[in-house]
Protein backbone atom coordinates (compact mmCIF):
# COMPACT_ATOMS: atom_id res chain seq x y z
CA UNK A 1 0.00 0.00 0.00
CA UNK A 2 1.64 2.88 -1.16
CA UNK A 3 2.19 5.72 1.75
CA UNK A 4 0.09 9.26 1.87
CA UNK A 5 2.28 12.39 0.55
CA UNK A 6 2.94 15.25 2.43
CA UNK A 7 0.50 17.07 0.86
CA UNK A 8 -2.30 14.15 1.15
CA UNK A 9 -1.71 14.63 4.96
CA UNK A 10 -2.10 18.19 5.13
CA UNK A 11 -4.89 18.24 3.27
CA UNK A 12 -6.79 15.48 5.19
CA UNK A 13 -5.50 17.95 8.47
CA UNK A 14 -7.06 20.70 7.18
CA UNK A 15 -10.47 19.46 6.05
CA UNK A 16 -10.55 18.22 9.70
CA UNK A 17 -9.94 21.66 11.11
CA UNK A 18 -12.44 23.20 9.45
CA UNK A 19 -14.97 20.61 9.85
CA UNK A 20 -14.30 20.47 13.64
CA UNK A 21 -12.12 23.55 14.36
CA UNK A 22 -13.96 26.17 12.13
CA UNK A 23 -10.72 27.33 10.87
CA UNK A 24 -10.05 28.22 7.01
CA UNK A 25 -6.44 27.03 6.89
CA UNK A 26 -3.59 25.48 9.10
CA UNK A 27 -1.02 27.74 7.32
CA UNK A 28 0.76 30.42 9.37
CA UNK A 29 -0.41 33.68 8.32
CA UNK A 30 2.24 35.78 10.80
CA UNK A 31 -0.98 37.39 12.65
CA UNK A 32 -1.87 36.30 15.94
CA UNK A 33 -6.00 37.44 15.05
CA UNK A 34 -5.17 34.72 12.43
CA UNK A 35 -3.02 32.26 13.92
CA UNK A 36 -4.57 31.71 17.45
CA UNK A 37 -7.88 30.77 17.95
CA UNK A 38 -9.93 29.85 20.48
CA UNK A 39 -11.60 26.25 20.56
CA UNK A 40 -13.99 24.34 22.65
CA UNK A 41 -12.59 21.22 24.46
CA UNK A 42 -15.47 18.84 22.94
CA UNK A 43 -14.59 20.39 19.08
CA UNK A 44 -10.82 19.65 19.74
CA UNK A 45 -11.38 16.37 21.03
CA UNK A 46 -13.80 15.34 18.03
CA UNK A 47 -10.82 16.90 15.76
CA UNK A 48 -8.23 14.19 17.22
CA UNK A 49 -10.82 11.62 17.43
CA UNK A 50 -11.02 11.99 13.29
CA UNK A 51 -7.48 12.16 12.60
CA UNK A 52 -6.71 9.46 14.95
CA UNK A 53 -9.05 7.31 13.04
CA UNK A 54 -8.01 8.54 9.78
CA UNK A 55 -4.34 7.21 10.80
CA UNK A 56 -5.56 3.94 12.24
CA UNK A 57 -7.17 3.01 8.85
CA UNK A 58 -4.80 4.14 6.76
CA UNK A 59 -2.75 1.11 8.15
CA UNK A 60 -5.45 -1.47 7.18
Same mark, same amino acid.
Given at each position: ?17 ? /????? $??? *? !? ?15 ? /????? $??? *? !? ?6
Amino acid at each position: MPKATQQQIDQLLTEIAK /KHLSL $ETL *E !ARNSDSLDFHDVAVWSL /KEALQ $EAY *E !AGFNAKR
